[in-house]
């Protein structure tokens, strides 16, 4: 696709509803609709609507859009308990579009509407509301765009969207804290409990910040808080990541005797690929290509990551091949107008390489990295405010769930995050990766338990033992 149709099949993916000539400023209001995707199998009640607000709150020229939701009744209701409104991660994912398969998921149905309603938002900006910021033809990690051409085109349809007449100064967590306090608002909801996992946390702290009306306890599954950086030091806990991996790998006795000597060797490799693209089987491969691979993957299939970095290191690049044919799962423009607000304005592009001079894996992540500056310095967000890049300071009580894990969230910024906020719980588990709830019985009861009663300590005994061994899948 070149580049000028995908931009005309980005602006032309605002429908009507949300583009249509400017309508006077209103009240928020909710209105039923049809539930997208196959709920066959799915045994709870699903109720779908969307909530009908305006983009530019306080100005009575703006446009109205729509924030998609589904409202999913608890199995067996505890009387006394709110629902939990489910925040996702990205910024640009999506809850909506996999809902039904989360609902017919065993493990999920361990907490998920279990014994309270779940409400389910795709956040303004993405999934199936409307507009969705959705930048087709282009890709997009949390490394950054992989290559120029793709941030080149990110900023391309980000003013393609701007010309329609999108506010993007409108998408951002502030926001998204208000849609929730309206969604609240219009379902006569007088309390809530919040679910968040990955960015989504990052979500719930601006509610905690800015909205805090009526929530009553707050899950942090994963959490990024906001005085977080993105991409300063970003490479590093990357790095970090795979060397916890590799060294649990170290003293697994078959994992070591199948991938001896594994942190040298990735270097080695690194440092090819650093020095210029790799042409392999007819393909040619960049080093933001192997970088995006080893933040997804450690991320997420930690388990696997030593068998599939032999493979690389002995020169088969399937998981890496396989990584870039599944990389647009954001929607790029919504992930892009959440960073420049509130992330890049507070981080110097420059220092994004500091650090890294002796760390040829973490040096992998540089360049994309740094165009996410780019990207943020040629599009308008609005007023920036240093309030987004201050710790929280709540009594809401809150129950953290960091992974031992994860390079996009690693524990050390859940246990300093955690101090201000007065009475919260902080459950760290070892071998887990990110979204500890995904993978972790005990995570999961204690999301349950904790709902029914934030104000008691969480059921520790479940938790595997700090020392205790990884398994990983060698075939």
């Not at 942090?220 to 649990?248: H, L």
């Not at 996410?372 to 967000?381: E, P, Y």
């Not at 240093?386 to 390079?407: G, H, R, S, W």
Request: aromatic residues 6%; charged residues 20%; contains cysteine.
């Amino acid at each position: 696709m070149s580049r000028l149709s995908w931009i005309a099949a980005a602006a032309g993916a605002l429908t009507l509803t949300a583009l249509g000539s400017a309508a006077h400023a209103a009240a928020p209001r909710f209105e039923k609709t049809a539930c997208v995707g196959d709920y066959k199998g799915v045994d709870l009640k699903v109720q779908c609507g969307a909530l009908i607000v305006d983009e530019t709150r306080g100005d009575p020229k703006t446009r109205r859009i729509k924030v998609a939701v589904a409202i999913v009744k608890a199995a067996q209701p505890k009387a006394g308990l709110p629902p939990v409104v489910y925040l996702h991660g990205g910024p640009g994912g999506s809850a909506l579009k996999s809902l039904p398969r989360l609902l017919k998921s065993k493990t999920s149905r361990e907490f998920i509407a279990a014994d309270q309603d779940w409400i389910f938002i795709d956040q303004r900006g993405g999934g199936l509301s409307d507009p969705n910021l959705d930048c087709p033809g282009t890709n997009l990690t949390d490394a950054g765009p992989p290559s120029q051409k793709d941030a080149d085109g990110i900023v391309a349809c980000l003013k393609a969207f701007q010309a329609k007449g999108v506010n993007l100064s409108r998408y951002n967590a502030v926001e998204v804290a208000k849609d929730v306090q309206d969604l609240r608002q219009v379902l006569k909801l007088p309390l809530i409990d919040l679910y968040g996992g990955s960015y989504g946390t990052r979500i719930e702290a601006a509610i905690q910040t800015h909205a805090p009306q009526g929530v009553r306890a707050v899950v942090q599954d994963s959490p990024w808080p906001p005085e977080a950086d993105w991409t300063v030091g970003g490479p590093a806990m990357v790095s970090s990541s795979i060397d916890i991996v590799m060294a649990k790998c170290a003293v697994v006795a078959e994992c070591a005797k199948r991938y001896p000597d594994l942190k040298a060797k990735l270097a080695v490799v690194a440092e090819r690929w650093l020095a210029g693209p790799q042409t392999i089987n007819g393909k040619t491969y960049t080093a933001d290509d192997l970088g995006g691979y080893l933040m997804d993957a450690s991320y997420f299939t930690a388990g696997v990551l030593p068998r599939d970095l032999w493979k690389i290191i002995q020169g088969d690049v399937s998981p890496v091949a396989d990584f870039i044919e599944s990389r647009d799962y954001y929607s790029e423009g919504q992930f892009m107008t959440h960073l420049c607000k509130e992330e890049i304005p507070f981080e110097a592009r420059a220092d994004v390489a500091k650090g890294t001079e002796n760390d040829p894996v973490a040096r992998l992540m540089v360049v994309s990295m740094q165009r996410i500056h780019d990207v943020c310095k040629a599009i308008d967000v609005g007023a920036i405010s240093q309030v987004e890049q201050q710790p929280v300071k709540t009594a809401i009580p809150t129950l953290f769930l960091a992974a031992e894990i994860d390079p996009g969230c690693p524990p050390e910024l859940t246990k300093a995050a955690s101090k201000g906020y007065q009475g919260s719980q902080v459950v760290i588990v070892t071998n887990a990766t990110h979204g500890v709830s995904r993978n972790s019985p005990c995570a999961r009861k204690a999301i349950r338990n904790f709902f029914q009663d934030p104000t008691k300590p969480v059921d520790r005994s479940c938790l595997p033992a700090a020392d205790t061994p990884m398994t990983f899948t060698y075939e």
